[in-house]
Every structure is written in C-alpha cells, then in structure tokens.
C-alpha cells in the first residue's frame, strides 16, 4: 500500500513535470476505478493543471475548475509515461498532458530540479493510474459536483504526519485524545494522516515500543520519542525513495524497511528474532527483544 513517503515522491515529481500543461484528453479505460460520469471526464479536457499535491494517502490534481483526487489504496500506483507506449492491462484512468512553457514552476520541491526524468517541456506526457484489483478509487471532483470522496474529509483527516505544524506540541496534545494500541493509533487517520501498515511497524520499532501498548499506559518521554521515531523513520524513507524510485513512480520500494514483513529474521538492533503476526491479508512485525 502506497503510505507518506511513496506518494510525497510522486507528488513532489508529478508536480514539478505536470504544473502549467493543459490536460488534452483524459480515459478511463477501467471505468469501475472512477467515481464520477464520462460528461465530468470531458469537463477536464483543456484544463490547466495548477498543482499536484498529497494529502494523507490521496494524491490530488488541482485543476482550473475542479480537482481529480486519487486514493491508490492497496494496488494503485501511477506513473509518467511517454504517450503511444504500451499500456499495461491493469490500466484504470490515463490523463494526457501537452506540452508547456516556462520551465517548472516556482514552487517546485529543490530535489526535482534538473532531473534528467523530467518529460521535455514540448512533448506531451501521459499520466497513468494502475489497478489490477480496482481497489483504488479516482474522484472526479469538478466545480459544481457534491461528491465527497471517503476518508478526504476534514473530520476524517489529522495533520499530515509529516506537516510542519505537527509540533512536539501538538502532537502531545492529540495523542491524548486517541485511546487504543500503538499501532492503531499510528493507522487512524483521524489522528494523524499518511502512515499504514508498513511505516508503523517501522516507526514503532525506531521508537522501541510494541505495537500492542495502549496509549494510555505511555509515559510522556515515551510519546515524545514515538513522534521523533515518527519524522525520523518518514523522513529518512522519503529521502531515500526519491533517489531510487524515480522514473519509475509505479513501483514501490520496500527493501528499505528494518522489520516489516522481516519475520523470522534477526532484529538489526538487539538480534532477536522478528515476530510476524498475520490477520486480514496484513502482517505486523514487530521485534519481542527490544520493543516494550
């Protein structure tokens, strides 16, 4: 499942390669992974494409009028891709993009600058969201539209775990406000949003704490180093996926990670073995020596 780190790449990069074209022809090619009518489909077509942001496990495309909101859930992935390549069969929704003037924009993240996969600026770049399962939903979300994409919500939605208004402050004062085990919390996008599974059985060994400790039992040195393990573990993540994922945005590097789904191995840090406990098609993994 794509979490905070996979999709900040892929903002950062969509972004800095799309901001400033017009949208040329937007399909959906697997018409069960768009929420919305083929009539809203051609109200984006001419359209300039101002942004491309995340928000929680959403990338988001902010249109002229209207914005297209992706949720990749567990199988979604996007990619850049040149126009007229072959495409994959689990192809859901393709955007093609022209050409623009003027470089990227201003605002574009510091590490994009002069990547040699940014598409050239007079060709045409396509835009491909892949499903195999249809799992992931694409919103259209055009002016004038009421549609309310699931878990977008401001109700639904914490800061962003990696926002910079995410204080040690503030994180103290919302956690309280969250009962339940560690891991859950870490999950519960209410709290905070952009971490699943993967990351928080990462951020939960970085701060040497079991997944299956509630909340309340923490002491308040221990929730000051679980939100330090939490920038730290992301960060890091972040930094290391925007040197090895691109161009290839749609695939997801996870060899990176020190203890999911790294059951039966020894622990990096005190070489015990690593627990895995499996339930509903996800694995927690998680180190019985050094995390309490």
């Not at 979300?141 to 919500?153: E, K, N, V, W, Y």
């Not at 919390?185 to 699943?196: D, E, K, M, S, T």
């Not at 059985?201 to 997944?211: C, F, G, K, V, Y």
């Not at 020894?266 to 996800?282: F, V």
Request: aromatic content about 6%; overall charge positive.
């Amino acid at each position: 499942m794509p979490e905070l780190p996979d999709l900040a790449v892929v903002a950062d990069a969509f972004h800095a390669a799309l901001a400033g074209r017009s949208i040329e022809s937007a399909e959906a090619p697997a018409a069960l992974a768009v929420r919305g009518t083929p009539a809203e489909l051609r109200t984006y077509e001419g359209q300039r494409i101002a942004a491309v942001r995340r928000r929680g496990k959403f990338v988001i495309f902010e249109l002229a009028a209207g914005r297209i909101a992706i949720n990749p859930m567990l199988t979604g992935r996007l990619q850049l891709a040149t126009p007229g390549a072959p495409r994959p069969a689990s192809t859901a929704f393709v955007i093609r993009a022209g050409a623009r003037h003027g470089g990227p924009p201003s605002d574009a993240a510091r590490w994009t600058s002069g990547a040699p996969w940014l598409p050239l600026e007079a060709a045409p770049v396509e835009v491909r969201y892949r499903d195999p399962s249809q799992m992931g939903k694409v919103y259209l979300l055009a002016t004038g539209t009421d549609r309310r994409p699931p878990g977008l919500g401001d109700a639904e939605q914490g800061p962003d775990a990696d926002d910079p208004k995410l204080t040690l402050e503030a994180w103290r004062s919302r956690i309280r406000r969250h009962p339940g085990e560690l891991k859950s919390l870490l999950r519960n996008q209410a709290f905070v949003a952009g971490i699943g599974n993967a990351y928080s059985d990462e951020i939960l060994h970085a701060a040497r704490l079991s997944p299956f400790r509630k909340r309340s039992t923490l002491a308040p040195d221990e929730v000051d180093e679980l939100y330090a393990a939490m920038r730290r573990v992301l960060d890091d993540a972040t930094t290391t996926l925007r040197e090895r994922v691109p161009p290839t945005f749609e695939r997801q590097v996870r060899d990176l990670l020190r203890v999911h789904r790294r059951g039966g191995e020894p622990c990096p840090r005190c070489g015990t073995r690593i627990t895995e406990i499996s339930g509903r098609g996800e694995a927690t993994s998680y180190c019985r020596g050094c995390q309490r």
